[in-house]
């Protein structure tokens, strides 16, 4: 599994746009990269996954460059209730990670009004 | 569709003792997962079971075991509590091996 490297904090302001890199140099041919959200004292909270390019949806953006060993993950206009950790993981979905989610530190998201 | 539930929300519990955690999947998702959550160590991988078989482990003891029943709920199990096992024990399911985890509030246990 390729080991992430991501800013341990950051700070916002509301309606801002935020950008979280994730640097993952030793990523496998086969790896995807997954994006999770989480507040305090709650299970973590899927927010986007992808494999290479660019990938939307509803609630963020996600950006791998053609070498995939970065991603970003891209939130529109955030506000309060965005403050969270963001967690990139990057894996495969082979038999010998089945269920498992390799979490590392994570962002920590601090959105100011 | 009815979220992951998990009971109890809440636990205290005496070094020594054992508990049991258990963990209802989203309807139709076939894989549940467990995790440990501390302030030191960061979310970790228990185990994850799959049609009543463990499919994967983590690195933890002996002493943190599970299981996963026909309808895909599971338990796990923590015999001989130490001070060092509480934490908040996250469970998650999806509907086969997939990255897209659906994870559930939580138990958060303490021993004292």
């Known amino acids: 599994l390729a080991k992430t490297t991501q800013p341990i904090s950051m700070d916002s302001y509301e309606g801002q746009e935020v950008n979280i890199t994730c640097s993952h140099n030793?990523?496998?041919?086969?790896?995807?990269i997954t994006w999770y959200q989480q507040f305090p004292s709650q299970g973590p909270r899927f927010i986007i996954q992808?494999?290479?390019t660019k990938v939307t949806n509803e609630v963020a953006s996600l950006f791998i460059p053609a070498d995939r060993k970065s991603s970003t993950l891209s939130l529109p206009r955030v506000s309060l209730s965005d403050t969270a950790v963001y967690y990139c993981l990057v894996g495969d979905h082979g038999s010998s990670n089945t269920g498992k989610l390799i979490f590392g530190q994570g962002t920590t998201l601090q959105v100011k009004p | 569709k009815a979220g992951v539930t998990q009971t109890p929300r809440y636990l205290i519990k005496t070094r020594g003792q054992q508990v049991t955690l258990s963990c209802s999947p989203i309807s139709g998702h076939r894989s549940v997962s467990w995790y440990q959550q501390t302030p030191g160590q960061g979310l970790q991988f228990l185990f994850e079971?799959?049609?009543?078989?463990?499919?994967n482990k983590g690195n933890f003891p002996g002493r943190f075991s599970g299981r996963q029943f026909s309808n895909s709920r599971s338990e796990m199990n923590v015999s001989t509590l130490e001070l060092g096992d509480s934490a908040l024990y996250l469970c998650?399911?999806?509907?086969?091996?997939?990255?897209?985890?659906?994870f559930g509030p939580g138990t958060r246990l303490t021993v004292t």
């Open positions: 030793n990523i496998a041919t086969n790896d995807y």
């Open positions: 079971y799959f049609s009543e078989t463990q499919r």
């Open positions: 998650a399911s999806s509907y086969d091996n997939s990255y897209e985890q659906y």
């Open positions: 992808g494999y290479k």
